[in-house]
């Protein structure tokens, strides 16, 4: 019962893309952008810490549906180079900005 209700859904959600390929391509790009600028911020900028990257990764997935869900025009695939660059800038200012954390040295 409930993969069926599923795949109702399913259908009646895919229904509104002219194909699965655009809906996939729209799904991935609305989440793949943040996952990246995660990864940026851990491979090139060490000194951020997680809590700053964390925020940082809410408030730009928060923006990249307001934008998709809003009356803005932008072409989904702009959101795979808008959020990792939210992601980044915002992770290093939230860092400066937060309080550092007490790290034990051993």
Excluded at 57 to 67: G, M, S, V
């Amino acid at each position: 019962v409930v993969f069926g209700l599923l795949a109702l859904a399913f259908a009646a959600i895919f229904s509104l893309f002219e194909n699965l390929i655009q809906a996939v391509n729209i799904l991935g790009s609305l989440l793949y952008g943040t996952i990246l600028g995660i990864f940026l911020v851990a491979f090139f900028v060490r000194w951020v810490q997680g809590t700053a990257v964390f925020v940082a990764a809410l408030i730009a997935q928060a923006i990249i549906f307001f934008i998709h869900f809003s009356d803005i025009e932008l072409a989904f695939l702009w959101y795979n180079l808008l959020a990792p660059a939210i992601v980044v800038v915002l992770a290093m200012v939230l860092q400066a900005v937060l309080p550092a954390r007490n790290t034990p040295t051993t």
